[in-house]
């Protein structure tokens, strides 16, 4: 950005910019509002909140919000988890309540600043944890960044505003192929005629590898949940593990494999899955994913991946999903005695025909979308001196 623009840019600490409201709710049931909203009801580079629970859903102490006040999800920040509460209500404690302090940052300039690339590479920077990385308040508090001056902040914040929208209402057609692709492929898998047991289109299931992973590029890279939870492989989030070429071996992954979530604290994560592509380097899997071996003969792992992660299949998988110490889990004997529909190999290639028809279409959208985001961090990025 020209010097011109930044003569009048000044240097705020974060808590110059915004207060932390820290609203401890004990009870959720004594909250008196009807809202409860988790960082899994957050999307990424998203400040519109689509999704919510209610205070029954959930338990332990939560935080009261306010209606203009942003939730930033401060656990895996990586995940860029930021919103702009629409209502009243409560959220999770793994995320923070900020309010703008409008002398210095305009409320409705705030939220576009902390969805920047320079926000969030602090962020992350200052994030303390090796499981889950979280940003205490003091720390961020005591950050410094160069913000214009409220004029121009309004100026900026009616541009980003726009392609916010613009943005959002392609994320609707968005969500609505989405809904369209689900509901085709329910009614192709229940008129599939043939059901069977999972089991009788595998070759093998095989838990992963349960070494400890390091974040220092030490052996060979591992795919662990993150990578796997949205149905697509997310390298973003990336771990090795030092193991012998014997373990390496055996752990390794090829094309066509499938890999299943085991664990989680999350009941709606465990049983999520995807098909691993032609990988750029070799890798191996952890210990809370299962490895699905698909017999060539019987079924396209496409094909398989795709029905265990629609509703229907997932909803039997349910019933194999067994609680123990805070955790979900499935075991291979619940993943391969699950009923799946299972049509003849013509008719999977014509059902993944149509689906990939769908998810480009879907994709188009998803790219234009990312495309108007990238023109919301150019004029973002011009923040940074």
């Not at 995940?79 to 629409?86: D, N």
């Not at 541009?159 to 609707?172: H, V």
């Not at 390298?235 to 090829?254: F, I, P």
Request: net charge positive; glycine share 6%; proline share 5%.
């Amino acid at each position: 950005m020209p010097e011109k623009f930044k003569k009048n840019w000044r240097t705020w600490r974060f808590d110059q910019m915004a207060v932390m409201v820290n609203d401890r709710i004990d009870n959720p049931a004594d909250a008196d509002v009807e809202h409860y909203v988790g960082l899994e009801h957050l999307d990424s580079d998203s400040l519109t909140i689509r999704r919510w629970g209610t205070p029954s859903d959930v338990e332990a102490t939560k935080l009261r919000f306010h209606k203009g006040d942003i939730i930033f999800g401060r656990r895996r920040v990586y995940q860029r988890k930021l919103a702009v509460a629409p209502f009243d209500g409560i959220c999770s404690a793994h995320a923070m309540v900020l309010r703008a302090r409008p002398e210095v940052a305009l409320p409705e300039f705030l939220p576009f600043f902390m969805q920047s690339d320079l926000f969030m590479e602090r962020a992350k920077q200052i994030s303390v944890g090796s499981l889950s990385p979280t940003i205490n308040w003091k720390t961020l508090a005591q950050e410094g960044f160069t913000l214009p001056p409220i004029e121009e902040q309004r100026r900026i914040a009616e541009m980003l505003a726009s392609l916010q929208l613009t943005m959002e209402n392609g994320r609707g057609v968005g969500e609505s192929l989405a809904a369209l692709l689900t509901s085709w492929l329910e009614v192709q898998l229940n008129d599939a005629g043939r059901v069977c047991p999972l089991g009788d289109v595998l070759r093998s299931t095989e838990y992963g590898c349960s070494t400890h992973a390091n974040s220092r590029r030490e052996g060979v890279p591992i795919l662990r949940i993150p990578n796997v939870l949205r149905g697509e492989l997310d390298l973003s989030d990336m771990k090795w593990v030092r193991l012998s070429e014997a373990e390496t071996t055996k752990y390794l992954l090829r094309p066509g494999d499938i890999l299943i979530v085991r664990t989680n604290g999350n009941p709606a994560y465990v049983g999520r899955c995807l098909v691993v592509p032609l990988l750029s380097e070799a890798m191996v899997y952890a210990s809370y994913l299962i490895r699905l071996v698909v017999d060539p003969s019987k079924a396209r792992p496409e094909y398989v991946a795709s029905a265990l992660n629609s509703p229907g299949v997932r909803r039997k998988l349910r019933g194999s999903v067994r609680s123990s110490a805070g955790n979900f889990n499935l075991n291979t004997e619940g993943i391969r005695s699950v009923e799946v529909p299972m049509p003849d190999i013509a008719e999977q290639d014509r059902i993944l025909c149509k689906l990939a028809a769908l998810k480009k279409t879907q994709n188009r959208c998803q790219e234009r979308c990312r495309e108007l985001a990238a023109m919301q961090q150019t004029v973002i990025g011009g923040l940074e001196l």
